[in-house]
Protein backbone atom coordinates (compact mmCIF):
# COMPACT_ATOMS: atom_id res chain seq x y z
CA UNK A 1 0.00 0.00 0.00
CA UNK A 2 1.51 3.38 -1.00
CA UNK A 3 1.75 5.86 1.86
CA UNK A 4 -1.28 7.70 2.51
CA UNK A 5 -0.71 11.48 2.61
CA UNK A 6 -3.22 12.04 5.38
CA UNK A 7 -1.85 12.32 8.54
CA UNK A 8 -4.25 10.55 10.54
CA UNK A 9 -3.92 7.56 8.30
CA UNK A 10 -0.04 7.16 8.55
CA UNK A 11 -1.07 7.22 12.76
CA UNK A 12 -3.34 4.70 12.22
CA UNK A 13 -0.91 2.28 10.06
CA UNK A 14 1.42 2.86 12.69
CA UNK A 15 -0.23 1.79 15.12
CA UNK A 16 -2.13 -1.15 13.45
CA UNK A 17 1.59 -2.14 12.08
CA UNK A 18 2.51 -2.12 15.78
CA UNK A 19 -0.33 -4.29 16.92
CA UNK A 20 0.71 -6.81 13.97
CA UNK A 21 4.11 -6.88 14.89
CA UNK A 22 3.00 -7.51 18.57
CA UNK A 23 4.28 -4.38 19.94
CA UNK A 24 1.30 -3.85 22.09
CA UNK A 25 -0.84 -6.89 22.88
CA UNK A 26 -4.93 -7.84 23.36
CA UNK A 27 -5.58 -6.09 26.50
CA UNK A 28 -2.80 -3.35 26.49
CA UNK A 29 -3.57 0.48 25.53
CA UNK A 30 -1.91 1.79 22.56
CA UNK A 31 -0.35 5.18 22.79
CA UNK A 32 -2.36 8.17 23.59
CA UNK A 33 -4.09 10.82 21.83
CA UNK A 34 -1.53 13.11 23.61
CA UNK A 35 1.28 11.03 22.91
CA UNK A 36 0.50 10.30 19.04
CA UNK A 37 -0.06 13.88 18.44
CA UNK A 38 3.00 14.73 19.28
CA UNK A 39 4.91 12.44 18.09
CA UNK A 40 4.05 12.77 14.71
CA UNK A 41 3.45 16.46 14.97
CA UNK A 42 -0.85 16.65 14.54
CA UNK A 43 -3.51 18.17 16.26
CA UNK A 44 -4.87 16.28 19.31
CA UNK A 45 -8.74 15.57 16.83
CA UNK A 46 -6.02 14.36 13.91
CA UNK A 47 -4.61 11.61 16.10
CA UNK A 48 -7.85 10.83 17.49
CA UNK A 49 -9.43 10.43 14.31
CA UNK A 50 -6.60 7.55 13.77
CA UNK A 51 -7.99 5.98 16.88
CA UNK A 52 -11.50 6.10 16.37
CA UNK A 53 -11.39 4.20 12.62
CA UNK A 54 -9.18 1.56 14.60
CA UNK A 55 -11.59 1.22 16.83
CA UNK A 56 -14.07 1.16 14.12
CA UNK A 57 -11.84 -1.58 12.51
CA UNK A 58 -12.24 -3.39 15.91
CA UNK A 59 -8.51 -3.16 16.02
CA UNK A 60 -9.24 -1.13 19.63
CA UNK A 61 -11.54 -0.71 22.03
CA UNK A 62 -12.15 3.07 23.85
CA UNK A 63 -12.46 2.81 27.52
CA UNK A 64 -13.92 6.60 28.72
CA UNK A 65 -11.15 8.26 30.74
CA UNK A 66 -8.28 5.21 30.27
CA UNK A 67 -7.63 5.41 26.57
CA UNK A 68 -7.64 2.86 23.72
CA UNK A 69 -6.50 -0.84 24.13
CA UNK A 70 -5.68 -3.57 21.78
CA UNK A 71 -8.91 -6.05 21.08
CA UNK A 72 -8.09 -9.67 21.62
CA UNK A 73 -8.16 -11.18 17.73
CA UNK A 74 -11.11 -12.97 16.36
CA UNK A 75 -11.43 -16.50 16.63
CA UNK A 76 -10.69 -18.58 13.53
CA UNK A 77 -12.79 -21.09 12.87
CA UNK A 78 -13.94 -23.75 10.45
Known sequence: MPDDPRR???IAA???QGVTEGRW?????????TT???????????AAK???LLESEGLLTRIPGL???VNSPAPSGS
Open 67 to 69: GYY
Open 14 to 16: FVR
Open 8 to 10: YMQ
Open 50 to 52: ALT
Open 25 to 33: TPGEPVPSI
Open 36 to 46: LSQQFEVNRRT
